[in-house]
């Protein structure tokens, strides 16, 4: 068997094992350079370039330094005695292997040691003429007043009097008859306030207007409150009949007696719909 120039060729001498063949691996010019007992010239090649390794590995591993051995630089040294063993007093000399000079583990380290490292960059130190403007003190931050918080500049203005009515008229406030059949107590609130009369209190109101009083002020309701009087004064007086034309509904526009109105608990409470006391303010 032939690889790489060097042949396996089985040997006349027979081992003391039978399940191996002596083998002689011969160079080109047919000089054995070894003899490896193998169990055919496959394995005896195999066997005999991983001797060529051992021998690499002695020729460019570099001996441990007897002063500054590391931890395992007895085991590295044997290895490196076995593969010069193995190569044999005749191919050693051949190669040079009896006269290298393995270099020193301590150089090796020296040659590898880590730069030093540089030192910090140094701080600059502040411009001549310049002002440092971290070491002066942080100027207060402005704090915004809202508008409402904020003292007035001339003294307040009193609130303006309240208004001071004893009578209204009928066509300023749109005073006017409203059919109690149209109204439910589910409607919601509109823009008039309403109000339940007798037929002849109402014809005056129409005439000559409403006259305010706090010591007797005009009830006021919202429209889902009138069916509500009208069952009460339907109850007292029986007058359900269209005939019985004794109660009256009026109404007038809200935004005109707004400031002259006040609630009346009472009233709301038993009714369940806001009710209000026409005062004159």
Not at 28 to 48: K, Q, S
Not at 55 to 78: E, K, V
Not at 242 to 269: Q, Y
């Amino acid at each position: 068997m032939v690889r790489h120039g060097f042949k396996a060729r089985p040997s006349v001498l027979a081992p003391s094992d039978k399940t191996r063949t002596l083998f002689r691996i011969e160079d080109t010019d047919g000089r054995v350079v070894a003899r490896i007992a193998a169990p055919d010239a496959t394995r005896a090649m195999a066997l005999f370039w991983r001797r060529q390794g051992c021998r690499d590995l002695a020729a460019y591993l570099p001996a441990p330094a007897p002063t500054a051995a590391p931890p395992h630089a007895a085991a590295l040294q044997g290895s490196i005695d076995m593969a010069r063993t193995r190569l044999g007093p005749r191919l050693g000399p051949r190669l040079g292997l009896d006269q290298l000079k393995l270099p020193a583990i301590a150089e090796q380290q020296a040659a590898r040691s880590p730069r030093p490292r540089r030192g910090a960059a140094p701080v600059p130190g502040p411009v001549p003429g310049q002002d440092d403007l971290f070491a002066r003190p942080a100027a207060p931050m402005p704090v915004s007043v809202p508008v409402s918080d904020r003292a007035p500049d001339g003294p307040a203005e009193p609130p303006a009097p309240r208004r001071q009515v004893t009578h209204l008229d009928a066509d300023t406030v749109q005073l006017t008859r409203v059919h109690h059949r149209g109204l439910q107590p589910s409607d919601p609130p509109d823009s008039f306030l309403y109000h339940i009369a007798g037929a002849q209190r109402a014809d005056a109101m129409l005439r000559d207007g409403l006259t305010l009083s706090r010591r007797d002020p005009l009830l006021l309701t919202e429209r889902g409150g009138v069916p509500y009087w009208l069952s009460l004064l339907a109850d007292d007086a029986d007058l359900l009949d269209d005939a019985a034309a004794g109660i009256v509904v009026l109404r007038l526009k809200r935004f005109m007696v707004d400031d002259l109105i006040e609630d009346d608990p009472d009233s709301t409470r038993s009714s369940g719909t806001p009710c209000y006391f026409l005062t004159g303010g």
